[in-house]
């Protein structure tokens, strides 16, 4: 079974850079036809997606989050990290990473998110 688990940290004042890295087991994150994303809830939004970085190293990022945000992986590690920069007290949410798998068309696998709180 594949889990995810997200880590990185919690607190950040207004206009620093975020990094958090989900650190993924029980399956590779170059496995074909999954994607791997970046998903963020707040009480404001809801449920937003983020990005995603596929089996083959190809990003897709949110239409209002292209000009902050990056996504990348690491193989050897089998992790996939998230960047997103200038971050504003409306960036606070709880973020987690997930598994699409585009054969089933599902979300199949998600992390136990982590909170982020940016504030000054």
């Known amino acids: 079974q594949v889990q995810l688990k997200e880590s990185g940290p919690g607190l950040l004042k207004p206009s620093q850079t975020l990094s958090l890295t989900c650190s993924v087991s029980g399956g590779s994150i170059t496995s074909t036809f999954d994607s791997w994303n970046w998903v963020r809830e707040s009480a404001g939004k809801g449920l937003e997606w983020l990005g995603a970085i596929s089996y083959s190293g190809g990003t897709a990022y949110s239409s209002s989050l292209r000009s902050r945000i990056s996504i990348s992986r690491d193989t050897s590690k089998n992790q996939f990290t998230l960047q997103l920069t200038s971050m504003t007290l409306e960036d606070t949410a709880v973020y987690f990473c997930?598994?699409?798998?585009?054969?089933?068309?599902?979300?199949?696998?998600w992390g136990q998110g982590i909170q982020v709180i940016v504030s000054s």
């Open positions: 997930a598994r699409f798998e585009h054969e089933a068309h599902a979300w199949v696998s």
